[in-house]
């Protein structure tokens, strides 16, 4: 989880990474999942709140959710 | 309590550079209608894919181009590609607007007689005319326009047995600055075969040389190359006049208009480089009234425009099959249509839009067709929202190459449909199933089940 809170976010999504002077834009669903993520929410329930929030099943927020990690992975964002 | 629309997670890195000349991508606009036809309700009742035909497309763009010759040059005459696309309800709408039609196979010349065209009105072109071919189309008063010397001897020799004197033009190939020089067509204008011909035809005495025609390549965008192809065709005209009192009826200047679909590595768009009908029918009529025909005579001006009359006509409706991540990362996105129904893709960058409005975030996407092949590949990396399973899609630009040179590979062909000018929608070819290849094949008794 340090490695999210070493990152500059915007409220409208706009992510700056210091470590390598990177910058990232992200939507709506995808600064509430990083939020999730830094007050240690497990996936279990990030797709809960998706879904209570969100018109969506649970399948699909899941699927979308576990392709969002990986990107902040591949980014080097999240361990 | 009214939950929000789900909008799936995405992040985008910010890519640093300089921007190109021409801004950012402006966002892809939805189509949500064809002629004002909800393209949703057309898949609901015809499957998913389906090509749709434009007819009031096809009229206006005929329209057009009839416009830009007739108000620059006394007779001027289209002649229909049929191997363009020779689906009978849009040969029938092209030759309902005046078109007479050009075909370059027994299979194509059966079609047009079928369709209702006067033999007289029929332009034999190709290298693949058998003698049964040959014998029908000249019995017929039909245009052959000869392409080699094997067909010409073949005619010679058919002479005596045809009740009609043959009608012929030959074809002329020659340098008028396209690159590459389509030389494997008709005779050659530089090295004296385009001569050769005339004289062994003339000489015979039997047959009559009606026109001259040239096909100077496909997707010409440089409108002078057809000026130079007439001025050289009227050079032809009056030495055969000199030698033989000969006049030349017609000048055929084939196809070859580009259409607005952009080619594959073309830096700007075709949308913005495409000559108009209006560009080459100044280049072309201006180089006829320019030069001298024997006589003072004005020939008959016969063009052969497939690909520019029809392209914007067609559409091809379908649906979303996967998203899915390649190795590196990138976003591919498989759709039901692939290079078996737009064999073109290979050579153009077909614009393809969502029907509905999906998300307001695009990606960098491969848009797959859904065949069992790597090089099935309808658009490599363009900016393209993020569409759902299920999703509709629409291509534009299909009319032309398409419903002609479509594969049947692993899958049945689908529907094609037409909307009429008051919008209704006709079924104008059926769907493929597998009574089609039932028919078509035979089982062995020894194979056969007991």
Not at chain 2, 401 to 409: G, I, N, P, S
Request: glycine share 6%; net charge negative.
């Amino acid at each position: 989880m340090s490695k999210l809170n070493s990152l500059a976010i915007s409220d409208n999504g706009f992510i700056f990474k210091p470590s390598t002077g990177e910058s990232f834009t992200t939507n709506e669903l995808g600064l509430l999942i990083i939020h999730h993520l830094k007050e240690g929410k497990p996936a279990n329930e990030i797709i809960d709140e998706i879904t209570t929030e969100f018109e969506i099943d649970k399948v699909t927020a899941g699927r979308d959710l576990y392709e969002y990690l990986d990107f902040l992975k591949r980014e080097n964002m999240l361990d | 309590m009214n939950k929000k629309i789900y909008e799936r997670p995405v992040l985008r890195k910010v890519v640093e550079g300089i921007p190109n000349k021409f801004g950012s991508v402006k966002r892809l606009q939805p189509i949500e209608t064809i002629d004002n036809v909800p393209i949703d309700g057309i898949i609901e009742k015809y499957g998913s894919p389906v090509f749709v035909i434009s007819e009031k497309t096809m009229r206006e763009t005929y329209r057009t181009a009839h416009r830009a010759f007739s108000t620059r040059y006394p007779k001027v005459q289209f002649a229909w590609s049929y191997k363009t696309n020779y689906l009978d309800a849009v040969c029938r709408i092209f030759h309902q607007e005046g078109a007479w039609a050009e075909v370059v196979s027994g299979f194509e010349y059966e079609k047009a007689i079928d369709n209702g065209t006067p033999g007289n009105k029929i332009i034999f072109n190709g290298p693949d005319k058998s003698d049964a071919d040959l014998i029908r189309a000249i019995n017929n008063k039909s245009l052959v326009h000869i392409d080699h010397f094997d067909e010409l001897y073949t005619i010679i020799g058919l002479v005596d047995k045809l009740k009609e004197r043959p009608q012929v033009a030959i074809r002329v190939n020659m340098d008028t600055g396209i690159i590459p020089q389509w030389d494997r067509f008709g005779f050659n204008y530089e090295n004296g075969e385009a001569w050769n011909a005339i004289n062994r035809l003339l000489s015979n005495g039997k047959i009559d040389l009606i026109g001259l025609h040239i096909h100077i390549g496909t997707y010409i965008t440089m409108s002078k190359a057809y000026a130079t192809a007439v001025e050289k065709l009227a050079a032809l005209a009056n030495k055969t006049y000199d030698r033989f009192q000969t006049s030349i009826g017609y000048i055929d200047v084939g196809g070859g208009f580009a259409s607005q679909n952009t080619l594959q590595g073309a830096y700007m768009l075709a949308t913005d480089t495409t000559p108009s009908f209006d560009d080459y029918a100044h280049s072309i009529t201006t180089a006829m009234t320019a030069v001298n025909f024997p006589n003072n005579e004005t020939p008959m001006l016969i063009l052969e425009t497939g690909r520019a009359l029809i392209d914007d006509a067609g559409w091809l409706a379908g649906t979303v099959l996967a998203n899915k991540r390649l190795a590196d990362g990138r976003r591919s996105m498989v759709i039901d249509a692939g290079v078996n129904l737009m064999f073109t893709a290979f050579w153009y960058d077909h614009e393809i839009y969502p029907v509905h409005e999906s998300s307001f975030q695009s990606e960098p996407t491969t848009i797959y067709g859904p065949l069992c092949m790597n090089i099935d590949v309808i658009r490599k990396n363009i900016d393209f929202p993020m569409l759902n399973k299920g999703d509709h899609f629409v291509v534009k630009r299909v009319g032309a190459y398409t419903m002609t040179q479509w594969m049947q590979f692993i899958t049945y062909r689908p529907n094609i449909v037409l909307i009429d000018e008051k919008g209704e929608v006709h079924l104008v070819r059926k769907a493929e199933d597998k009574e089609v290849f039932r028919r078509q094949e035979l089982v062995p008794e020894y194979l056969q089940n007991k």
